[in-house]
């Protein structure tokens, strides 16, 4: 196994500061540039002269910032990253961020296109992303597999330790999910506890922003863990999981690691954007705050609710997102790149 280190510097450095402003002139948009490491590219362009790998498997649009020859490239679109950004740019508060945000979605959108029609193949994570690399950038076959979730792993115990009413799960130095819990907390978590107003809230995910910790100092019913070893007890101990995503892209792995911890979820369409489900039976799906609010009284006011959308939840991902069914799919599709 060969590695390469490469350091992506701190959100909160002077070295992310200083790639920032290079952006303003850069041709590539920062969330790649500051992924692109040479070193790594000499090193895939020295084993792919040596021979022996049928194809590279791009994991995420940032790797290929280092690929050497992306017609060889199987590239998996976890997201549209073009569409994040452009949600970035229309959510920013910000006029000066919004110009920025709105430049680097431009720039994205130029990167992907480019990218997706020199790769050999472009794997997306839902239909409805397949959908948008075919009309957005052109690429008239991509194929997609579901993102998968270890159904056995997040077995819930017999009995677990309570942590909250409330969870949210997700990396807290991800742009759409700091605007998503700075949405919440401000927007819904009020409405909830006009009903309920002992209502508590964990943030389980790493790197949280300054901004994400001041929350828990605010508020002593708001829990910010940080980076945890194990995310289950979170899941396990909690009694809704929330996705109030108004940013995203993809699928939502945090859905279906909810799902198979047998843990109901409310979510906004964006939030559940490219998963399969059925509102009301296996998620709640509100978009505006009183709606999202409400979704959750009703959950944590009725507990036969909760098991009944819970057992509906953990049978769907059982049948159709288990990482057995995925790898198939993508072994099939990698075979078929392969030639």
């Given at each position: 196994v060969d590695q390469v280190k490469h350091r992506v510097p701190s959100r909160y450095s002077l070295a992310f500061a200083g790639q920032l402003a290079a952006g303003l002139f850069s041709p590539l948009p920062v969330a790649i540039e500051r992924y692109?490491?040479?070193?790594?590219?000499?090193?895939?362009?020295?084993?792919l002269r040596e021979g022996g790998y049928d194809s590279v498997v791009c994991d995420f649009l940032a790797a290929t910032a280092s690929m050497p020859d992306l017609g060889r490239a199987v590239l998996?679109?976890?997201?549209?990253?073009?569409?994040?950004?452009r949600r970035l740019a229309q959510h920013a508060r910000?006029?000066?961020?919004?110009?920025?945000?709105?430049?680097?979605?431009?720039?994205?959108?130029?990167?992907?296109?480019?990218?997706c029609r020199a790769c050999r193949r472009v794997v997306a994570v839902s239909p409805s992303d397949a959908g948008l690399v075919r009309s957005l950038?052109?690429?008239?076959?991509?194929?997609?597999?579901?993102?998968?979730?270890?159904v056995d792993y997040f077995t819930p115990p017999p009995a677990a330790e309570p942590v909250s009413d409330l969870v949210f799960l997700g990396s807290m130095d991800w742009l759409p999910n700091i605007d998503g819990v700075r949405h919440f907390c401000s927007e819904i978590l009020p409405l909830i506890r006009r009903r309920l107003a002992r209502c508590s809230l964990a943030i389980a995910g790493r790197m949280p922003t300054p901004?994400?910790?001041?929350?828990?100092?605010?508020?002593?019913?708001?829990?910010?863990t940080g980076t945890v070893a194990d995310i289950?007890?979170?899941?396990?101990?909690?009694?809704?999981?929330?996705?109030?995503?108004?940013?995203?892209?993809?699928?939502?792995?945090?859905?279906?690691?909810?799902m198979a911890a047998?843990?109901?979820?409310?979510?906004?369409?964006?939030?559940?954007?490219?998963?399969?489900?059925?509102?009301?039976?296996?998620?709640?799906?509100?978009?505006?705050?009183?709606?999202?609010?409400?979704?959750?009284?009703?959950?944590?006011?009725?507990?036969?609710?909760?098991?009944?959308?819970a057992a509906a939840a953990l049978q769907m991902v059982a049948a159709q997102f288990s990482w057995?069914?995925?790898?198939?799919?993508?072994?099939?599709i990698l075979l078929e790149a392969a030639g």
């Open positions: 692109r490491s040479p070193e790594l590219e000499r090193l895939l362009a020295r084993l998996l679109q976890h997201n549209v990253e073009t569409v994040i950004w910000n006029p000066l961020a919004r110009f920025y945000l709105g430049m680097q979605a431009e720039r994205m959108f130029r990167y992907e296109r480019d990218t950038f052109g690429v008239s076959d991509v194929p997609d597999v579901p993102t998968g979730v270890d901004e994400i910790r001041a929350l828990a100092e605010r508020d002593p019913l708001v829990r910010v289950r007890p979170y899941l396990w101990g909690s009694a809704v999981s929330v996705v109030p995503l108004r940013i995203g892209g993809g699928t939502r792995l945090k859905i279906y690691e909810s047998g843990v109901p979820v409310v979510s906004t369409s964006v939030g559940a954007e490219g998963l399969v489900y059925q509102d009301g039976r296996n998620i709640l799906i509100a978009d505006d705050p009183s709606a999202f609010a409400g979704a959750c009284i009703e959950l944590l006011q009725d507990a036969s609710r909760r098991r009944d959308m057995e069914r995925v790898a198939v799919r993508l072994e099939q």
